[in-house]
């Protein structure tokens, strides 16, 4: 009976020694848990904060924007084109537009208009976004100031794009910033692609020189060397023929400098007023530039000004671009 109390005593010491471990591995387990998801939570928090430099510009993304502002067409049907237009809550410029292509039509049409031309400080101010990717020209001294969009919680990457590798970046970065890395490397592929494919069928022509033609008043407004729309034609096989003119994207040069450079072709800028058709008629009724032999034989392309601008539809302004300059090889 002895052996039986002694050994029922040792089997509850043995119990209860056991539960007061298991209840002190159970509480180290909990305490240890809780401390990996409050350094997971951490971690997450940090992995969200992403940096970019933005053209010598360092900008910070917390988290990934909700509301986003896309400010110029070429800006929107990026956004369109990567599958994030539903993230858009306006969008501006669309005076410089003839429209989105038609595989990006119906998002580009559904996303509301903030402004029809540059976007206004209030608008942008009261639109509620906490995020704008925007061209370059909409911000400055007589546009938006991004250090003050930034106390309405508004961050901004600019578009501003010299080279080809530099848009890819752009496209890679906002792909980074809201979670769709693969779509963008996917897009940024097949632009090189195809690109690479122009560039193969034009390798053995002689360049087309282009005599870029946006408007006419008091001399031709063109395009110079550093502008987006230069690298472009290069691209297609052409040649701007300002090109040596590198202080200014943007440069008006005189008729009778024009008619000197001898283009092959003019590459007239489709937007909103005056129509292309306008355009030709001045410049075959300008004594200056009807006497190009361009114009005797109505060498003229034209491009959608928003086909341009650096964004999604370089490929396509390429191909586009090609074909008018080479209608033999396309």
């Not at 005593?9 to 909990?30: E, I, K, N, Q, R």
């Not at 001399?219 to 472009?232: A, I, P, Q, R, S």
């Not at 003019?266 to 032999?293: A, G």
């Not at 928003?306 to 191909?319: H, I, N, Q």
Request: glycine letters at 8%; charged letters at 30%; one cysteine or more.
């Amino acid at each position: 009976m002895k052996k039986k109390v002694i050994a029922g005593l040792l089997s509850v010491a043995m119990v209860a020694s056991f539960g007061m471990t298991g209840c002190g591995s159970g509480a180290d387990s909990a305490a240890s848990k809780e401390t990996s998801a409050s350094e997971e939570t951490a971690e997450s928090k940090e992995a969200e904060t992403l940096t970019f430099d933005n053209y010598g510009r360092e900008i910070t993304v917390n988290g990934t924007p909700e509301k986003v502002l896309t400010l110029g067409p070429n800006c929107t049907e990026l956004f369109c084109a990567l599958g994030l237009n539903d993230l858009v809550i306006g969008n501006s410029l669309n005076n410089h537009s003839r429209g989105a292509l038609p595989e990006y039509k119906e998002a580009y049409d559904a996303i509301p208009e903030l402004n029809h031309s540059s976007a206004t400080r209030e608008a942008v101010q009261t639109s509620g976004a906490d995020f704008i990717y925007g061209l370059d020209w909409e911000f400055g001294d007589e546009g938006l100031n991004t250090e003050e969009l930034e106390q309405f919680g508004i961050t901004t990457y600019m578009n501003a794009a010299s080279t080809l590798e530099e848009q890819y970046q752009e496209i890679r970065d906002i792909g980074k910033i809201f979670k769709v890395e693969d779509r963008a490397e996917e897009f940024v592929k097949d632009q090189q692609e195809r690109i690479a494919k122009v560039e193969e069928t034009v390798k053995d022509q002689d360049p087309v020189k282009v005599l870029v033609y946006d408007s006419g008043n008091d001399g031709v407004f063109t395009c110079g060397g550093t502008n987006f729309e230069t690298l472009l034609i290069k691209e297609a096989g052409g040649k701007n023929i300002f090109d040596d003119q590198t202080e200014k994207q943007w440069i008006t040069v005189s008729y009778e400098e024009a008619i000197a450079r001898e283009p092959d072709v003019i590459l007239i800028h489709d937007y909103d007023s005056p129509s292309v058709e306008e355009k030709i008629e001045e410049i075959k009724s300008n004594p200056v530039l009807s006497q190009l032999d361009c114009v005797k034989n109505e060498r003229f392309a034209t491009i959608e000004l928003e086909s341009v601008l650096a964004g999604d539809r370089m490929a396509y302004t390429v191909e586009k671009l090609a074909a008018d300059f080479y209608p033999d090889l396309f």
